[in-house]
């Protein structure tokens, strides 16, 4: 069933009263919308690599990040939506004094993809999970990502 879109939403049609939405709503530590943005990040990374999920020679660029998680097993499957699952996060610096601009995901070899495809690490901005923020946690975040953070990983 796909009652429960990536990004939250409930499709009434598909429900079939199992309750999982609200599992995942009031367990604070879950969160589907922000694997969801760990999982787009991981596929944009990809493509720029130039890899693809698919098992054949088709070309990375024909690909949108949204489409590559629905092919490459080893990303949609490796980031569940639980926090302690979703991988190793540090918050990332910002341009504002105090804040963070997002959080950045550090995913080892194996962890998301093939050995040879080497370790991962990618940015995901705080305005991609904003909405979801308690107003204690929207606190932590501002600004944008700070020059030279992207150098650094």
Not at 21 to 32: A, G, I, M
């Amino acid at each position: 069933m796909r009652a429960i879109e990536p990004r939250g939403k409930i499709v009434t049609a598909e429900c079939f009263q199992c309750l999982d939405c609200q599992v995942e709503y009031y367990d604070d530590k879950r969160c589907p919308p922000l694997a969801q943005a760990a999982k787009l990040a991981i596929a944009a990374a990809k493509l720029a690599k130039g890899i693809n999920g698919y098992d054949d020679d088709a070309p990375a660029v024909q690909n949108m990040p949204e489409q590559e998680i629905e092919h490459d097993s080893l990303s949609k499957n490796g980031i569940k939506p639980a926090i302690l699952e979703i991988g190793p996060v540090m918050l990332a610096p910002s341009t504002e004094t105090g804040k963070s601009s997002g959080l950045t995901f550090h995913y080892s070899p194996y962890g998301v993809g093939p050995y040879v495809e080497g370790p991962y690490t990618v940015f995901v901005p705080w305005t991609a999970f904003r909405q979801y923020l308690s107003p204690r946690g929207a606190a932590l975040f501002g600004g944008e990502r700070a020059k030279g953070d992207e150098e650094t990983w």
